[in-house]
């Protein structure tokens, strides 16, 4: 896979994944409140986050072929620049836990969606009349909305880091320093 073409399905799904959550968070579950009932407050936030979930799981998958094609296509880079390896695998570390709070998201998010027209406050406010387990799923959604946006911003921020890696300035450095830190071994 050409390197222009795993950057772009890299960054292109991570910026939908890290956009489309953070928009939903700030802006989706506070409007869904505007509705006129406790009722359609469930239905417009179910509707939204079920429209988002299709476009974020093209989003992720577009982002993980990249990001393969990316470690392959630098998988001589990865092992000889010094510091390459380290920011390859915390990069991988945030991309699983991101992964994770986002499938637990989801299963949260259907256990809100069954009922389909949950009373609600807002996205992740339950009110008067919201079940138990509605009520308990919207809790810790509202805390995991914010978690993925910061997961997967964090990963735009290393992803930046990853590209001034790649200056050649940076690269014969860093392969400097590997060759120096071998030696000395």
Excluded: C
């Amino acid at each position: 896979m050409p390197n222009t073409v795993s950057r772009a399905l890299h960054d292109v799904g991570l910026s939908a994944w890290f956009g489309g959550t953070l928009a939903n968070a700030v802006g989706l579950n506070r409007a869904a409140g505007a509705a006129d009932s406790p009722e359609a407050v469930g239905r417009v936030a179910n509707a939204g986050w079920d429209a988002w979930t299709p476009v974020n799981a093209a989003a992720i998958g577009a982002h993980l072929v990249g990001s393969v094609g990316q470690l392959v296509g630098n998988k001589e880079r990865v092992a000889a620049q010094q510091g390459v390896g380290t920011m390859s695998v915390v990069k991988t570390v945030l991309t699983v836990a991101a992964l994770g709070v986002t499938a637990y998201s989801r299963v949260l998010g259907a256990k809100v969606s069954k009922d389909q027209a949950p009373p609600a406050e807002s996205g992740t406010d339950p009110s008067i009349g919201t079940s138990d387990e509605v009520a308990g799923a919207q809790s810790q959604l509202k805390a995991l909305q914010w978690v993925i946006p910061a997961l997967t911003g964090t990963l735009v921020v290393l992803s930046s880091f990853a590209g001034e890696q790649q200056r050649p300035e940076a690269v014969a450095e860093g392969v400097r320093r590997r060759a120096f830190s071998r030696r000395s071994s």
